[in-house]
């Protein structure tokens, strides 16, 4: 008797304990996710997938693959919500390459009217743009700053 109320208390144990791990897990970003969000707050600027003379990926760039390869269109969303000018281009990045055409004009319609400006430089050329102009620029271009290398655009 005491052993059949053990054990089913600890089988009961388990699986609240399986519940609780699959709860937190649906409701939390993946570490590496977690990681690229911390390493994004840190950028000043935005930058391509070939900067300056030596034509190497830049921070921003190699952290949208990150952000693609684990995130998902409610997380970038809720990117565009944060007050780095920089963390909302990059929901705008991943947006312009996850969404239809139709999705993304709805975006940008809410978001060109954003006028805080962010540094950005793609290929040897830089400059200041506003959020709203670079998601103008992503509507036109969603690879705006670069594509994945060996990925060829869809069709």
Not at 80 to 95: A, I, S, T, W
Not at 107 to 114: N, V
Not at 135 to 140: E, N, P, T
Request: overall charge neutral; hydrophobic content about 45%; some cysteine.
């Amino acid at each position: 008797m005491i052993i059949k109320r053990v054990t089913s208390a600890f089988i009961l144990g388990l699986i609240l304990s399986f519940a609780v791990v699959v709860h937190a897990q649906e409701s939390e970003p993946p570490f590496m996710l977690r990681a690229a969000f911390s390493r994004l707050k840190a950028l000043d600027s935005v930058t391509s997938s070939s900067v300056g003379f030596a034509a190497m990926p830049g921070k921003f760039f190699l952290l949208s693959q990150d952000f693609m390869k684990y995130g998902s269109v409610p997380f970038f969303k809720e990117l565009l919500k944060n007050e780095k000018p920089v963390v909302r281009v990059m929901g705008l990045v991943c947006l312009a390459q996850t969404l239809s055409t139709e999705e993304y004009a709805e975006i940008l319609e809410a978001h060109k009217a954003d006028c805080e400006e962010v540094r950005y430089t793609r290929g040897c050329i830089g400059g200041r743009a506003t959020v709203g102009q670079i998601a103008q620029w992503l509507k036109d271009d969603p690879y705006f700053f670069g594509r994945e290398s060996g990925k060829e655009p869809s069709s």
